[in-house]
């Protein structure tokens, strides 16, 4: 799609909102505000569209999906709008004639940082992916004022600050007032009769928060249509208690405006741990209900009934925590509009699809049912009778089988299980991988697939590759174009092309040259941030995700200490030198999460002070990991490190980006890493470590001692004597005891101990072919050419066929 704008027209557009919004020309205009003016005009632009070609207009016709999901990770907007909009050159062009520069205003922008890692980033994929199909969606959430929390790193240690986002990213939002919705809390029910002899309940006495829509366009590639990110902001209709004004009470009398406030006050940065805190229950029912009351509105508007609602809108539930928007849509349709329960429950069931994203235990959300009446009854006296009628349903399934009973049922033990009501209530229940998928399928949701077998489907992750290739890497994109044609931004699966230039020499060295300068730019990065020079020809071997015992990023230390104590032991040892590089938020309250942080800062200080090991080993902990930190590392990156524990990790997205930019992974068969492994070829990645059944076997015979590897295995025992010794001043016995104390899977929970030997051979294979620089070229070459079945865009339409049923304008 082309749209006619020259430069001219740009400089003209900007220089009109500088003077609207600011009273200056560019002249004297600040660079803040020429930030918000540009962003301005490319708002305009979308809006334009969006009036004419969007989720609001064609939701009149055409089908929608509501992908409803607390968190998304949309990073910055201002270069992703304009490569979607394919104005890049005018763009350019005008702000050098205003005395500006594009790319400088592009690292003005701050991330819209409203997500914790996996899942938010993917949400966002997927709406930009929705976009760029010409389908039609939306997708809602909440307007947290602070989002992830910025990390620094001080003397090794992580430190979070508030990441106040709005101040710029404001720019984006569109704040629409005459569609707030009215949020009810607490209050109590009350059962009275109608004249046609009904029960009624009738709910008084509540709280009430506004819930305030401040939109975000979202641009798709080339398809025209624009859709939006609905993120709801709380506020109280009561800004000030008079009365308790006069009293001279002046903190009582904004307290409930600050109660209010506060529900969209801050992300919760605990990712894959529930912590059942009250708070965190408010933030869901407020963006929910305000969701399905707007939904349900909108809807009538239109078609007078929703009878059919589940023709027109498709729910999808990210994870469980919009697991509230099943009980909401039963009250809508009973309370207000008067169905009966059982027409309620076809519409809802028809309507709602559910996404797992972690077989965690500890992440699996669980609300204390005192907790759950107490703030929300009457969606408690649903919920009751849903579990009700469900327990039936499972008496008649499974007669025999009390514990099976037990183990699905929505409510037990006073706690209210949010991934069974998922599983009940949802027509269609996916996992994330085809391994993953299995996983849920067999193990942790098994009663329900034996109860209804055809629930269960997969839709493996994608990323919008777009983003971390043609925008993060516009070298590599570049020279693709110039080889394979413009073709791929579009279709991804056109990277293959890619393919006939495998023994390519001259395009091997090619890439190798993109590699380094990519690897240069981030060396000027970690100069800046660190303080240290790191060897561009050195293995950029990198590991970028949350931190998380179960990703084993201590494995990676391992293998780093091994090298150490081996340099130690023979100064003269050849070895390929690695910069290994960490990007990693711990979540605030992760204790075990911190200490590897500061064993990993550590570790970083003591290789740098040592003159034999800093030219050869060096790690590199980049503080505050994020979308737009992540754009710059992923191009830079030689070696993925994917090394949880095989039956851990769900998918993993970061390997699907690290891939696309040329970097050959090293991993686990776990989430993703086993698709990738079937697109490369054994080959082209290095596998190691237990399988999930393997892992299984061990866990099961309940025999797993790391004490017998301590003493079989040399290097593991001076790897740990050196974490109870070897960096003065440090302690590092708590995370020696986690790998060491306890009996029967509880002393190193995730096998980082029994798969270190296979891991530390696979990385010795690593160096040896990174030796070969043909052979790396080409590695490199085909995990490029064969990370389009990655792309978001396949997913999305794999989503659109088999879950949520909407098309495409184009087809
Ligand atoms: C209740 C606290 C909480 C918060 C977030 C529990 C669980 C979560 C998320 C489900 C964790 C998450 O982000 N999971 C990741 O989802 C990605 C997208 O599907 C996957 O690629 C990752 O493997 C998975 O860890």
Known sequence: MDYVYTSQDISRLIEGKLTRYFGRESGNATKHQIFRAACYVVRDILSELWLTNSDAVCSQTEKQVIYLSMEFLPGTSLRNNIFNLGLEEPFQEALGELGGNLEELYRMEPDAGLGNGGLGRLASCYLDAISSQGMFGQGMSICYEYGIFKQQIKDGRQ???????LDLGESWLITKEDEAEEVHFGGKLTEVWDDKGRMKLIHSDYTTVIAIPRDMLISGYGSGVVNTLRLWQSTSPISIDMELFAKGEYLKAMEEKHQAEIISKILYPEDAHDEGKILRMKQQYFFISASMQTLTKRHLCTYGSLDRFYEKIAVHINDTHPTMAILELMRILMDDHEYEWDDAWNIVTKTVSYTNHTVMPEALEQWPEALFAGLLPRLHSILKEINRRFNDALHDAFPANEMRRNEMAVIFNGKIRMANL????????????????????????????????????????????????????????????????????????????????????????????????????????????????VNPDSIFDVQVKRLHEYKRQLLNLFHIIDLYNQIKENPNLEIQPRTFIFGAKAAAGYYMAKQIIRLACKLSEQLEKDPVIRDRIKIVFLENYSVSLSEMIMPAADLSEQISLAGTEASGTGNMKLMLNGAVTIGTMDGANVEIYNAVGKENIFLFGMSVEEVEKLKGQGLYSPWGFYQDNRSISEIIKFLAGGIPGENFGDIINSLTTGYNGEADHYFVIADFESYKNAQQEVSAAYRDTQRWGGMSLTNIAKAGVFSADRSVREYADKIWGIKSIND
Not at 475 to 496: A, N, Q, T, V, Y
């Open 159 to 165: 430190v979070e600050q508030p990441d106040d986002w």
């Open 422 to 533: 998922c599983v009940a209530a949802s027509h269609t229940v996916n996992g994330v991988s085809a391994l993953h998928s299995g996983i849920i399928k067999e193990k942790l949701f098994s009663g329900f697939s034996e109860m209804t077998p055809g629930k269960f489907t997969n839709v493996t992750n994608g990323i919008a590759y777009r983003r971390w290739l043609c925008q993060a890497n516009p070298k590599l994109s570049g020279f693709i174009e110039e080889l394979c044609g413009p073709g791929f931004k579009r279709d991804s699966r056109e990277l293959e092309k890619l393919l006939a230039y495998k023994e390519d020499r001259i395009v091997l060295e090619q890439l190798a040259v993109i590699k380094r300068d990519n690897k240069l730019r981030l060396a000027e990065k970690i100069k800046n941030s660190n303080g240290i020079i």
